[in-house]
Nanobody, 123 residues
Framework: QVQLVESGGGLVQAGDSLRLSCVAS????????MGWFRQAPGKEREFVGH????????DYANFARGRFTISRDNAKNTGYLQMNSLKPEDTAVYLC????????????????WGQGTQVTVSS
């Protein structure tokens, strides 16, 4: 069972950058793939991106490609979501999740979830 804790959210202006972190404990981090999702009020949970255990496979949602970068440091049991050129429509709670599956976009594939961190982008 992997426990996940996100951090790094906050209130920023449009065009700013943020880096979110997701620290894992209680499992073999390097063997699990990590996904990032977001959920805005009244909307369904939305796939942001995914990275496999050795970082050889990275997948992004269309809206994230070119602005967001997912990475991980297995030595620190930490995953990252670097978000650049933020827009007001990026406002949401951002969550990281862990899975043993690779390349999955549906949240139903992810067994373990963090509590989320709020990102608010003002115009």
């Amino acid at each position: 069972q992997v426990q996940l804790v996100e951090s790094g959210g906050g209130l920023v202006q449009a065009g700013d950058s943020l880096r979110l972190s997701c620290v894992a404990s209680g499992g073999t981090f390097s063997k699990t793939a990590m996904g990032w999702f977001r959920q805005a009020p009244g909307k369904e949970r939305e796939f942001v991106g995914h990275i496999n255990g050795d970082s050889s496979i990275v997948d992004y949602a269309n809206f994230a490609r070119g602005r967001f970068t997912i990475s991980r440091d297995n030595a620190k049991n930490t995953g990252y979501l670097q978000m650049n050129s933020l827009k007001p429509e990026d406002t949401a709670v951002y969550l990281c999740a862990a899975t043993f599956a690779i390349g999955k976009r549906s949240p139903t594939w992810y067994e373990n979830w963090g509590q989320g961190t709020q990102v608010t982008v003002s115009s």
